[in-house]
């Protein structure tokens, strides 16, 4: 059963325009969410994160948006370079314990120059 | 080093045999984690330590794995009796204290024959 789930595979935008990627989750445990990106043969790299108890969290072009009634989170990045080239990663962290991660299966991005 | 480091990056090995990966974290970072990704799927929570509080295991997907922190640093997770479902990127991350953010190595990339 996929706690979080990142439904659009794929995502392809030009040069300059913005970037949206997608996350929902079920579990209202979760008190941060993290994205990260990976490029091929490496590991995940930290990108930004928001607390449960924020709505926005913004970091230079990326901006992230909580909405927590819908159990839903979208990665903004704004203008998209095609450095931004990678595979993102939706990782809420449970609650408590271990504190966790627990990812979606990622969203390929491609910005076309 | 700065970041976390894993070795081997890859390692590839026949049916049956067993398997050490290695993982030295960020040097003060108490919490250590091991991942997996199996082609195409999202990371796979496996194993976390923290401090000299027992292990979470709850992630272990069979008793033919195992992973030891020796002096609450290096980890090495073991793979007994490798099977063809066990080819996968196993990843680490550690954890500063109580920080949200979990910060990876760049995987060994195990093929099992």
């Known amino acids: 059963d996929q706690q979080v789930k990142q439904n659009s595979p794929s995502l392809s935008v030009q040069e300059g325009r913005i970037s949206i990627l997608n996350c929902d989750y079920t579990n209202s445990m979760f008190d941060y969410f993290l994205w990260y990106k990976k490029y091929p043969a490496e590991g995940p790299t930290f990108l930004i994160s928001i607390s449960s108890i924020k709505d926005k969290n913004e970091d230079g072009r990326f901006t992230v948006f909580l909405n927590k009634s819908a159990k839903h989170l979208s990665l903004h990045i704004v203008p998209s370079q095609p450095g931004d080239s990678a595979v993102y990663f939706c990782?809420?962290?449970?609650?408590?314990?271990?504190?966790?991660?627990?990812f979606g299966k990622g969203m390929k991005l491609t910005v076309n120059p | 080093g700065a970041g976390v480091s894993q070795s081997p990056s890859n390692k590839v090995t026949e049916k049956g045999k067993d398997v050490e990966l290695r993982c030295d974290p960020i040097s003060g970072h108490t919490a250590l984690y091991w991942y997996r990704q199996s082609l195409g799927q999202g990371l796979e929570f496996l194993i976390y330590f923290q401090g000299n509080s027992a292990p979470d295991k709850s992630g272990l997907p069979s008793d033919r794995f195992s992973a030891e922190r020796t002096g609450g640093s290096v980890s090495t997770l073991t793979i007994q009796r490798t099977q063809q479902e066990d080819s996968a990127v196993y990843l680490c991350a550690s954890r500063r204290g109580t920080a949200e953010t979990q910060y990876f190595g760049p995987g060994t990339r195990l093929l099992v024959l």
């Open positions: 990782a809420p962290r449970a609650q408590g314990g271990s504190e966790k991660l627990v």
